[in-house]
Structure formats: C-alpha cells, structure tokens
C-alpha cells in the first residue's frame, strides 16, 4: 500500500520525503519495523518512542511518524501529527483496510460485568446460527481459537489486525471489551461501533484516572463512537448521568435494569444456588429467562446481553435460548469443587464493589459460613491503599472468615500489601489468618472448612498463572483445589 493510502485522513505535517513510496508493514514497537515499515513513535508511560527512532531507521523503516520535533538525516518521510497513538489508530485502519466499515461492532464498557456480557452474547449468536467474534480479558475468541491479548483491549494496531482475522474468518459480528484506559490512550479510535453498552461505574484503576469524575468521562466517549445504539444500565449512579447526556440524541438511547424504570426490565426475580430465573419485559413483548449463574449481578449482565441482542433484531426466543445455552463461565462464580460437605468457588472479583456482589450472591444459599480466600493487586500510593481497605472491609463484613493471601503481588511489597489488608479486616472486627503463599491460603481454607461452608477464592477467576515480581508462575486454582482435594468427593466443573 503507498504511504498515501496509509496516512488517508490523518492530520499531519510533512516533515520531509515525500508519500509515494510503499509501505510494507505498521509498526508502534521499533523492534518489530521490517523493511519499507512505517514506525509510529508513541511517548509511553515508561519510555519516550521517539527515542528509538535511530533503531527503526536501522531496521529499515520507510517512515517515521512523530509528535515531537526531531532530526532526522536518513532519506526517509517523517510525518508530525499532533498525537502519535490517535494517528496510530487511523494508520493501523488504513493499513488494514477499515476492516469496522463492514462489521457489526458491539463496544461494552463499565467497571464489572464486560466479559460475562460477551459470553451470554455469543450464545444468543449461536443460538440463533451466527458466529460472533470476541476480544476481552479472556482473549480474543475467533471460532475455536483463543488468541491471547497483552491488554483487554489490544493498542489499535493489533486491534484492527483482530478484525482482519475476523473477517478472514467470516466473522461479520464482533463484541468487545472497551477499557477506560484503551478509550484515553485512543487505542479505539477509528473503530467503527454499532453499539456501545454501559454496565455500571464504581472504584478501580484509579491510579491512573485519578477521580471517579475523570473515570466516568474516559467511559463516556464510548458514547460518543456508537452510530446505532446506546445501551445503559438505569439503576446505575452514573449509568442515569450519561442517561440524561444520552437522551433525546441520536444514536437510539435503550436503557435496562431491575429498580428503576427502564426499556427493557427484569421483574419476578427467583434466585437459586447455581441459577435465577426472571421475566424479561421488552417493548416487544416478554419471556421467561433462565440464568445459570446466581445473583442480581447476572440478571444485570444477561439483561445488557438482551438489549443488545433486542436491538440486533434476535427474537425473544433465540435471546431466551441463548441465554440458558450459557452453562456458565470461566473464573465467574465458577464451582471448581463440590461435594456433601463443601462448595468451593473461584470468582474474577478483583474490586471492592465486585466483590461484594460476589459474596452477596451467595449468602442467601450457605448454610454454614463463607470463607473467603482473597488478597488485593493494587500499585502503592493512596489509590492502591484504598482499593486493599475498601476490599479488607467488604472481607469483614460479607465473609465469616478470611484467609488473607497474595493475588498478583507483581514488584509491590507482598507483606505490605497484606499487612494493610489486615489492617482494614481488623478495623472492622472481621476473622482473618494471614498467607502470603496463595497454595497454602487455599489449602488452609480447605482445612478450615466444615460441612455446610462455602469457600470463595476470589481475585484470580480465568487466570492461570500468578505474577510475583517480574516472573509469571503458573497457577491454575481450579487444578490446585481438585489437588488438594485429592479424589474425594465430586468434581462439578474445571
Ligand atoms: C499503563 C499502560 O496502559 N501502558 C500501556 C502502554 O505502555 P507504555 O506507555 O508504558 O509503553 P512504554 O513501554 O512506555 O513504551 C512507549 C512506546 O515505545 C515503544 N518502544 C519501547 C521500547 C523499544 O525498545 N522500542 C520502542 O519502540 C513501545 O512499543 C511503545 O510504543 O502502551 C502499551 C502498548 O499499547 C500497552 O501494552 C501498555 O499496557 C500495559 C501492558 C498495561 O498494563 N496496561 C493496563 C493498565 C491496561 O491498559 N489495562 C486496561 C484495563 C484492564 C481491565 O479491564 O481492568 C486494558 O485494556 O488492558
Ligand atoms: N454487573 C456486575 N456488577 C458488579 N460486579 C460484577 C458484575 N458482573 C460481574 N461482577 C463481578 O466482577 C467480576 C468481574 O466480572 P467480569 O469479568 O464480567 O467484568 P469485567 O467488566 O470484564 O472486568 P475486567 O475488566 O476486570 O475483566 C466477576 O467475577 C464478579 O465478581
């Protein structure tokens, strides 16, 4: 493709060289730049790109896009833009040839709920004979294959490269997980929406948003893409902001939830150990709902699926097959173990609010008490020191017992991580035993169990490996509880 093609409707300077020349490949990592590529220097969070422009000159790059002012001798075309991740994006969906303009996008964004969404989604697709496509914190889901992604949402070049292999698949349907990070680094940018979906807002990743105000704008511009649909839960806080943002404004505003009026609604609620049952109120008619997964949290997330798929035309049957057909899902309340005496559950809850939403689903349906295997990722400063209070009191106040543990102590300080969360459960008179090493916490819980409790490992969910310092050791928690268990009892599920 000529380099023309590449920078189609992108604003820029040209520095030096001239457009007619071939681009080969695209390129936002200089160590990846073939011959005749173009690198675009990005100013990360760690080093600044346009440092290694010199290295992608070398490896033959044809030209260089920047935002900064930089010399450059060798005989190549540089490019000024005004923002190098935002001209990324368009070049990566020119080079790859727009792949969005002929696929039907679904974008969801929120704090909780994006992945299960994605499932109930794809089974209602199914259901009704259509392959859709998946990119989210599970990966990138393509037919059989599992692509594994470095980000929930990959950086644009990769993401538009995820389309083409979409649609090399005949996939003409995607939903995706849109991350407040990937919406400020412009990682969708050029990504063409036909819905955008909000599921709720509440505290996380705060160190990088700074305020939950800020937090919120970040997830707002997905409704600004959307061409179609707005999709928003109504019993949400800032779900009902962007509500009245939304409202009376094109695309299509279709709201969802339980308390407070909405479009599409759930009433005659019946919660059940292992699965919900409720009506589903559409403008066009109702339908009985089986969810095979416990609590309101799930009534929420399949209510989100159903608008989508309402709006996507499905009929309320294939929705209503669609959702049943989900037998549950990976790290989401997951039983990876159960038998007379005990019930052991590995869940993805990773934030104070999700985790009490986690531990609320299950009350209702434990006889004896909840013990709860937990330890909180979070960078140091104060959001990091919130996040493990915030959790550290859900922990003393949902959960009859916790074993305090590692989650993804990354290169934080382990036993000051820990030492805070315990801290917090003491604040609130909670039980605790504090183990750094997770394998031993979960065999501890095991230990302390008796007949008629519940024990929920939460923190890790689909994972399979845990990060301590800078080396990824693998750590499957649905195997390492059947270990411990050795063969007694009966495994459900893993
Ligand atoms: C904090 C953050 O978002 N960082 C993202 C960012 O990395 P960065 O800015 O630190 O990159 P950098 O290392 O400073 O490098 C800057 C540039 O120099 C380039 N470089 C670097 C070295 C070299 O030799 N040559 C070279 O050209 C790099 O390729 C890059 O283009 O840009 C990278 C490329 O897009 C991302 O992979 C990376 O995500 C990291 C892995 C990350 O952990 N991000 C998290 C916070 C994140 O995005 N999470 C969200 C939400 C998850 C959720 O749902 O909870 C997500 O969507 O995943
Ligand atoms: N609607 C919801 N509201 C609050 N918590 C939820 C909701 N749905 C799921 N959760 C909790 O949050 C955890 C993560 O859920 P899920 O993976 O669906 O969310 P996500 O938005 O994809 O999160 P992430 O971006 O961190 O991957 C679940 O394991 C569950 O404990």
């Known amino acids: 493709m000529l380099l023309s093609e590449v920078v189609r409707d992108l604003k820029y300077t040209l520095v030096k060289g001239d457009l007619a020349v071939e681009a080969a490949s695209v390129a936002y990592d200089s160590r990846e730049v073939t011959p005749g590529g173009v690198f675009v220097a990005i100013a990360g969070f760690t080093v600044d790109g346009h440092r290694f422009i010199g290295k992608a000159i070398e490896l033959g790059a044809a030209a260089i896009i920047v935002e900064k002012d930089v ?16 001209a990324l994006a368009r070049v990566a969906s020119n080079f790859y040839g727009r792949p969005t303009e002929r696929m039907n996008v679904i974008g969801i964004t929120g704090t909780n709920g994006k992945t299960s969404i994605t499932y109930f989604l794809k089974s209602i697709y199914e259901q009704a004979g259509t392959e859709l496509g998946i990119i989210g914190t599970i990966g990138t889901v393509i037919g059989d294959r599992v692509i594994k992604n470095k980000n929930t949402t990959p950086e ?25 990070h990937a919406l400020n680094l412009k990682r969708v940018a050029h ?17 990088l948003h700074r305020t939950m105000d800020e937090y919120f704008e970040a997830k707002a511009l997905l409704f600004d893409m959307a061409e179609h649909y707005n999709i928003v839960n109504a019993d949400d806080e800032y779900g009902r902001v962007l509500i009245d943002r939304l409202r009376d404004r094109e695309p299509k505003l279709v709201t969802y939830g339980i308390e407070r009026e909405a479009d599409i609604y759930a009433s005659d609620i019946h919660y059940f150990a292992d699965y919900t049952i409720y009506t589903v109120n559409t403008p066009k008619g109702t339908a ?15 209510l989100a699926a159903i608008a989508a798929a309402y709006c996507n035309r499905f009929s309320l049957q294939q929705i209503t097959e669609g959702i049943a057909a989900v037998e ?20 993805f809850a990773h934030t104070e609010d999700s985790l009490e939403k986690a531990l609320s689903a299950i009350r209702p349906f434990t006889k004896g008490r909840i013990i709860l295997v937990f330890g909180v990722y979070a960078a140091d400063g104060k959001p990091g020191r919130d996040k493990r209070r915030g959790m550290a009191k859900i922990a003393a106040q949902y959960a009859d017992f916790a074993v305090v543990t590692s989650d993804n102590p990354k290169e934080q300080d382990n036993n000051l991580i820990i030492r805070e969360i315990v801290e917090g459960i003491e604040a609130y008179n909670g039980k605790y035993e504090a183990i750094v090493d997770r394998r031993e916490a979960i065999a501890f819980a095991i230990e302390l169990s008796k007949k008629g409790d519940v024990i929920l490992i939460a923190g890790k969910g689909h994972e399979t490996s845990q990060v301590i310092g800078k080396t990824e050791v693998p750590f499957n928690e649905a195997e390492i509880v059947r270990e411990i268990k050795g063969s007694r009892g009966n495994l459900s599920a893993g």
């Open 288 to 302: 009985l709902i089986r969810v095979n997964l416990p609590g309101a949290i799930y009534v929420y997330n399949s």
């Open 71 to 86: 010399s450059v001798e060798a005989d190549v075309a540089v490019l000024k833009v005004a923002d190098t991740r935002e």
């Open 328 to 347: 549950g899902i990976k790290g989401r309340l997951e039983v990876v173990y159960q038998d007379e005496d005990t019930k052991i559950i590995v869940d």
């Open 156 to 180: 644009s070049l990769n993401l538009q490269r995820l389309f083409v292999e979409m649609a090399e698949a005949r996939l003409k349907h995607c939903v995706m997980e849109v991350s407040s």
């Open 191 to 207: 990504t063409r929406f036909n819905t955008a979906i909000f599921t709720n807002l509440t505290p996380d990743h705060l160190e």
